[in-house]
């Protein structure tokens, strides 16, 4: 059982340069998330998708877009990565974007920008 | 200011001690939820409580959700290595928004 799965798991960008994490879930889920987790932050959603065809923003979107693909597939492009972007970022899912619904998270990618 | 406090945290503690890592706030919370977090590792969900005072058990965790619905704790009894990891505490807020404290991180040393 796959779950949720985040590639890459870890990354090293230059700022300025882009990239695209990935990811996917088997589970069928209707709505997909994107957080970012920094010491003493806590989890802070960047983007989700409450179903297939629509993305909305959360509470830190500035410097990310988002594609849902499909239903499985939820990406999370920086198109010119900061040194402020250094963080964990966690994909999760759910069956709908109710929100005492439980969550799955991935096991996070973990990028670094100098 | 975060809305949810979570403390303390950090802990450190031997195994086989008890401990209790608590969650508040000034708001009112129709659910909360409780995640661990193992290192290297995404959050998993493990208990939601809804009603004020209710108590929810999970093997040696013990749940607690205020009477007012503003606070939360956690309580480990007999700690065991394998519970080592972060514990966050988090509200849903109705919409699609869940927001989640800072955590508490814990370690059990053998």
């Known amino acids: 059982n796959a779950g949720v799965t985040q590639t890459p798991k870890f990354q090293v960008l230059k700022t300025g340069q882009s990239m695209t994490l990935q990811c996917a879930q088997d589970m069928n889920h209707n709505s997909m998330y994107w957080y970012r987790q920094d010491p003493g932050m806590g989890l802070r959603l960047i983007y989700y998708?409450?179903?297939?065809?629509?993305?909305d923003k959360g509470e830190v979107p500035n410097g990310y877009n988002v594609s849902r693909l499909n239903k499985r597939e939820f990406s999370l492009r920086l198109e010119s990565a900061a040194p402020s972007q250094t963080s964990v970022y966690f994909c999760a899912s759910s069956e709908e974007a109710i929100s005492n619904q439980p969550q799955h998270f991935g096991d996070g990618t973990r990028l670094s920008i100098l | 200011t975060q809305l949810l406090e979570q403390s303390p945290q950090f802990l450190s503690i031997q195994e086989g001690e008890n401990l209790t890592v608590y969650c508040n706030s000034s708001s009112v919370f129709s659910s909360l939820q409780w995640y661990r977090q193992e290192p290297g590792e995404g959050p998993v969900l493990l208990v939601t409580?809804?009603?004020?005072?209710e108590v929810k058990k999970l093997k040696r965790l013990t749940f607690q959700f205020g009477d007012a619905r503003k606070d939360s704790s956690l309580h480990i009894t007999a700690a065991q290595p394998g519970d080592t990891g972060l514990y966050l505490c988090a509200f849903p807020t109705g919409g699609f928004k869940t927001i989640f404290g800072a955590g508490t991180r814990l370690f059990v040393k053998a």
């Open positions: 409580v809804v009603t004020g005072g």
């Open positions: 998708s409450a179903s297939e065809g629509t993305t």
